[in-house]
């Protein structure tokens, strides 16, 4: 942690997560493992099983609400 190339203010989140993380009552939430990502393991998009989203239909509704029928440039992962 101390040889990663982040902020002080990132570096002490690495610590305090690791720190926590060696605390029997957040054993079942692997903060050690998670410590690059700040304890953080979840998707970037909340999902649950009533509503789902996917970012083909976020850039769909950002490019309408701008104007635009697409958004030009636009590269995906299936590219």
Known sequence: MDAAHVSDHVRALMHTCWRLGGLSEFTPLHLRA??????YRGHILT?????STTY?????DR??????????????DAH
């Open 34 to 39: 998670w410590v690059h990502a700040l304890g």
């Open 47 to 51: 999902k649950s099983r009533a509503y």
């Open 56 to 60: 083909a239909a976020l850039r769909a």
């Open 63 to 76: 490019a309408e609400h701008r104007g635009h029928e697409t958004v030009p440039g636009t590269v995906t």
